[in-house]
């Protein structure tokens, strides 16, 4: 299994509940020092790679360590996010939306697009 956004929270949480239930995951978040700690702690039974999902390279990088580490990809679960572009509309810079929109959406569809 792939965890995008796995170092913490809901990702961490799922990544220990699939090793639990016989899983072998791969941890892909940006959070180096997070992921490298859970990784180590789930005692061989993932891997983490640092992964920004709105690069694609990265993304399908992510994707293809399940195979070359575990031999296949059984699933994906794109769980990376933040809360997103807060405040009225009229006051949100285009910035805000762009990466919104980049993290929420477009990291999604890549994790689609490479499993």
Sequence with gaps: ???TGGASGIGEGTARRF???GARVVIADMQEA?????AASLKGSAVFINTDVTVEAQVKAAIDKAGSEWGR???VFNNAGFGGAIGPLE?????DYDITMDVLVKGVFLGMKHA
Aim: charged share 35%.
């Design 1 to 3: 299994a792939v965890i």
């Design 19 to 21: 090793v639990e239930e």
């Design 34 to 38: 997070r992921g490298q700690e859970l």
């Design 73 to 75: 990809l059984d699933c």
């Design 91 to 95: 006051d949100t810079p285009v910035e």
